[in-house]
């Protein structure tokens, strides 16, 4: 897989944008600075958006009304959380009432009643199942009701494994971290619902009836891979956890088929990355390989030099992308 070219920007080109919001949209209780104008870029160009997060802590209400606190306009129906997708994945399997343990927050508890499931934090014999998802304030207590829920049989979903999170102290512990504890207590592995897996992206395309969506995120292993397996477009951001090291080194399935600062990027136009040989040229940078050695050249736009650069490592698997001659090529970019 290697890296698209656009002449028109992506907002023209896709007819949906499908959003991660943490480290995308914004940072904790901040935008990311270039998020207003380019969701109302986009829709202006004629694309739908909708905001696709694997937080189940907060309702759509909730998001949504930050969204517009934060200068982007949102009503609940545009946002889709794994809450929803953990609900219904029980949902499908339980009758209606059946009771269901939520290790959570409000908007985990609000998605399972709204599926008509029972929401419960008590471990008793009538718990069908297990369902965790992100909260910023989480109690020894539920934990370990959790765990004896889970011990006993129940079935244990996870809203998301996100291992973390960017917020406006840095990268902090997310939902896939705390799940590792009733994970190990009780050697159970959860059924995600989250990104990577499909229910999250196919909700966003539903919703926005689109035919050919842009999914633009932060993470490779949940935003890129899930557009991966949907077949579909994804930009990855640099705005949030994923570095440039990150994406020189990301496997073939994380692999996105657009690079862009923030999500600004979904608004503008991408150069053609041209691999001849073992010279790949971007703009003014041409990034060679040899014998298994990467070497960059050149000069102009640093994002066009980390295209090269991803470009040529994904072409030839002699290069170690984390290796001296990788780390030195980007240090010439100024990372």
Same mark, same amino acid.
């Given at each position: ?30 935008? /990311? ?16 958006? =909708? @905001? ?36 219904? !994945?029980?949902?499908?399997? @339980?009758?209606?009432?059946? &009771?269901?343990?939520?290790?959570? &927050? ?13 929401? !419960? ?6 718990? /069908? ?7 910023? /304030?989480?109690? +020894?207590? #539920?934990? &370990? ?6 011990? +006993? ?11 973390? $999170? ?11 971290? @705390?799940?590792? /504890? ?45 557009? $991966? ?16 090291? &990150?994406? #020189? ?5 994380? +692999? ?7 999500? *600004? ?9 041209? +691999? ?22 050149? =000069? ?14 994904? *072409? ?20």
């Amino acid at each position: 897989m290697s890296l698209l070219a656009a002449d028109r920007p992506l907002s023209e080109l896709h007819d949906a944008m499908l959003l991660d919001l943490d480290g995308v949209v914004y940072i904790g209780p901040r935008a /990311v600075p270039s998020a207003p104008e380019a969701v109302g870029k986009a829709r202006a160009a004629g694309a739908r958006v =909708a @905001f696709v997060t694997n937080n189940a802590g907060r309702t759509p209400a909730r998001i949504a009304e930050h969204l517009t606190s934060l200068g982007v306009a949102a009503v609940p129906e545009d946002v889709v959380t794994s809450a929803e997708a953990a609900a219904r !994945v029980v949902r499908d399997r @339980f009758p209606a009432g059946s &009771d269901v343990l939520v290790v959570g &927050d409000t908007g985990l508890r609000q998605a399972v009643r709204r599926m008509g499931l029972r929401p !419960v934090t008590v471990a008793s014999e009538s718990v /069908v199942a297990v369902v965790q998802g992100y909260a910023r /304030v989480i109690s +020894r207590d #539920l934990l &370990d009701q959790g765990s004896l829920a889970v011990a +006993r049989g129940a079935l244990y979903v996870a809203s998301n494994a996100d291992a973390t $999170a960017p917020n406006e102290w840095g990268i902090t512990p997310a939902n896939g971290s @705390f799940v590792r /504890v009733i994970a190990h207590a009780t050697g159970v592995e959860p059924i995600i619902a989250g990104k990577p897996m499909r229910p999250l992206h196919e909700e966003g395309i539903l919703r926005t009836g689109a035919r050919n969506p842009l999914i633009v995120g932060d993470r490779l292993d949940t935003d890129i891979e899930g557009a $991966a397996a949907h077949g579909a477009a994804g930009m990855l951001v640099l705005s949030g956890v994923a570095t440039p090291l &990150d994406a #020189l080194a990301a496997p073939a399935h994380q +692999r996105p088929r657009y690079l862009a600062w923030d999500v *600004s990027g979904m608004n503008q136009t991408h150069p053609a990355v041209v +691999r001849e040989g073992t010279r790949t040229r971007c703009g003014g940078w041409t990034a060679v390989t040899d014998g298994g050695e990467l070497r960059l050249e050149g =000069a102009g736009d640093r994002l066009d030099g980390l295209r090269a650069l991803c470009v040529a490592v994904w *072409s030839d698997e002699t290069v170690d992308p984390t290796g001296p001659s990788a780390r030195e090529a980007l240090a010439h970019l100024d990372w």
